[in-house]
């Protein structure tokens, strides 16, 4: 049975939110929004896989919110995780970070562990 998406309406501090994300990913992901002209929509964040170097993450913009989500709101941006994803993103936080070769996105997940018997990365989650 699938839960139904939960849609509260105070915008969450960063502590109640499952994911916190800084004022500036948050201004760089709106910024995207808005050229594209999708200020209304939402940003969908998931798990995309996992492996030897950890987590793989995927976001995009997206419209339509499915049965299950969770939607919180940070900074005036909607965000939405499914409940797959959920409990390993559980505490993350995201960051907008810039270096010599242009500027990104940087998850910092506390659920990843570290210790992969064979090359000693991060293979998963706790």
């Known amino acids: 049975m699938m839960k139904e998406a939960n849609r ?3 915008e969450p501090t ?11 990913a948050v201004a760089e992901i709106k910024a995207v929004m808005a050229r594209e ?4 929509d939402a940003l969908r ?5 996992a492996g030897c170097a950890g987590l793989q993450y995927g976001m995009g ?3 339509d919110i499915q ?3 969770t939607e919180f709101v940070q900074y005036g941006l ?9 409990p390993y993103m559980q505490g993350s936080t995201v960051e907008f970070v810039e270096d010599e070769q242009g500027g990104g996105f940087r998850i910092d997940n506390p659920n990843v562990v570290s210790g992969c018997s064979t090359c000693g990365s ?5």
Request: net charge negative; charged share 30%; hydrophobic share 35%.
């Open 45 to 49: 964040v998931w798990i995309a896989g």
């Open 37 to 40: 002209n999708r200020a209304d």
């Open 8 to 10: 509260g309406s105070m």
């Open 61 to 63: 913009i997206e419209s």
């Open 78 to 86: 909607r965000i939405v995780v499914d409940d797959r994803s959920l």
């Open 67 to 69: 049965e299950g989500d």
């Open 14 to 24: 960063g502590t109640e939110a499952p994911i916190t994300f800084s004022e500036r």
């Open 122 to 126: 991060g293979c998963g989650c706790e």
